[in-house]
């Protein structure tokens, strides 16, 4: 099936889909996204989605030219012209067509892009074998210099991780906070599990709030596991017994190596194994 793409009320194909080279968010980063999973033709989660991407707007004083009920239905008209029933959607919304200055007044109307295609972000042998993590120098944006909440079109600060992460030869880049704790990945949330305690970074070690990190968590601590949002250190992934990732597009990645290190026994652990499994049956239940 044939992606599409959907701009400000308009189809297009891949290869046709235009914007202007005056749109700030082309130009500056100046614009906010989301990308959202598609399981059996139902947006995962949409309303979390929405909520995120109207705050991220909020943030930075842009306005959404439209409204969640009309951005969802575009979102459903999009993905229904591509004939998927499985698909991943990036909803954009960019500051919109201005002058070259930076003044955001100069941009009148915001637009709304929304492309609806397959991803596959990990091969399946990484979910069978596990990933390798480096630790990388680039550290993640103080909240004071640009707020990791907001989901904005600039992303080079993790792109600049990941660079690392590749010169590396890792699968991921584990990104501190100034402090030096751990923050998260270039795409992902990251959990350790410790002596049967499952434990992520909390919001403010400067991290996005994952939608998929809070489902993990919901559906830990459905299941009687005790789950802590506390600050890490590169100390307690080394001596963690299971380590994995959380994303949209990644879902549940088991990690068994971070900095040369093998975590636990090497493998993907149990627990991983178990929620990745647990996630599985809440997407197939939520579809059926």
């Known amino acids: 099936m044939a992606p599409k793409v959907y701009i400000d009320g308009k189809l297009y194909e891949k290869g046709e889909a235009r914007i202007s080279v005056y749109d700030?968010?082309?130009l500056y980063g100046d614009g906010v996204f989301e990308g959202i999973r598609v399981y059996g033709g139902r947006i995962f989660r949409c309303a979390e989605h929405l909520d995120r991407l109207f705050a991220s707007a909020r943030a930075i004083t842009l306005e959404v030219p439209m409204d969640r009920q009309a951005l969802q239905d575009a979102m459903h008209q999009t993905?229904?012209?591509t004939g998927l029933r499985d698909a991943y959607i990036r909803l954009l919304v960019t500051r919109g067509e201005g002058n070259l200055g930076l003044d955001p007044h100069a941009c009148p109307t915001p637009s709304v892009i929304i492309i609806a295609d397959s991803i596959a972000l990990y091969p399946q042998e990484h979910y069978e074998k596990g990933l390798e993590l480096v630790t990388v120098s680039t550290v993640r944006t103080p909240a004071n210099v640009l707020?990791?909440?907001i989901k904005s079109l600039n992303y080079l600060n993790n792109i600049l991780?990941?660079?690392?992460?590749l010169q590396a030869?890792?699968?991921?880049?584990?990104?501190?906070?100034?402090?030096g704790f751990v923050a998260?990945?270039?795409g992902d949330n990251i959990f350790i599990l410790k002596d049967g305690r499952l434990v992520t970074p909390p919001v403010n070690a400067g991290i996005l709030e994952g939608i998929t990190r809070q489902v993990v968590m919901e559906l830990a601590r459905g299941a009687g596991m005790e789950v802590l949002e506390r600050n890490m250190t590169q100390f307690d992934l080394y001596v963690a017994d299971e380590c994995f990732l959380t994303g949209t597009a990644a879902e549940i990645a088991p990690v068994v190596r971070i900095d040369s290190r093998s975590i636990g026994d090497?493998?993907?652990g149990a627990v991983t194994k178990k929620l990745l499994q647990?996630?599985?049956?809440?997407i197939a239940a939520s579809v059926g």
Do not use: V
């Open 24 to 26: 700030h968010g082309l």
């Open 79 to 81: 993905l229904a012209a």
């Open 147 to 149: 707020n990791p909440r």
């Open 161 to 165: 991780a990941k660079i690392e992460c």
């Open 169 to 179: 030869g890792a699968h991921e880049a584990i990104m501190l906070n100034q402090e």
């Open 184 to 186: 998260e990945c270039t």
């Open 266 to 268: 090497g493998r993907p």
């Open 278 to 282: 647990m996630f599985r049956d809440y």
